[in-house]
Nanobody, 123 residues
């Protein structure tokens, strides 16, 4: 069983930056694929970024070049650095963990979810 707890959300002006953190419990954190998703009011949860165990990453087109996903296995933590934020980035952000070493771009690929952290970007 893995528990995920996000932090770091808040209110920021357009063009600003935030770094989200996701702390994981469990001794096998390093073996999980880790991803970030977001959900805006009235919209479905959407993929943001994934980092596979081997270090490869993949981003949604809407955040490519602005967001960076990283992980620190010693701290059981995955991060999402968000730069050049836009009002359309406003959403609840969720981290997620997956057993799959290959999949990770869909909600259905993940086994564990955090409770979410709110990010609001003002114009």
């Amino acid at each position: 069983q893995v528990q995920l707890v996000e932090s770091g959300g808040g209110l920021v002006q357009a063009g600003g930056s935030l770094r989200l953190s996701c702390a994981a419990s469990g001794r096998t954190f390093s073996s999980y694929t880790m991803g970030w998703f977001r959900q805006a009011p009235g919209k479905e949860r959407e993929f943001v970024a994934v980092r596979w165990v081997g270090g490869s990453t993949y981003y949604a087109d809407s955040v490519k070049g602005r967001f960076t996903i990283s992980r620190d296995n010693a701290k059981n933590t995955v991060y999402l650095q968000m730069n050049s934020l836009k009002p359309e980035d406003t959403a609840v952000y969720y981290c997620a963990g997956s057993y799959s070493p290959y999949r990770g771009r869909g909600v259905q690929d993940y086994n564990y979810w955090g409770q979410g952290t709110q990010v609001t970007v003002s114009s």
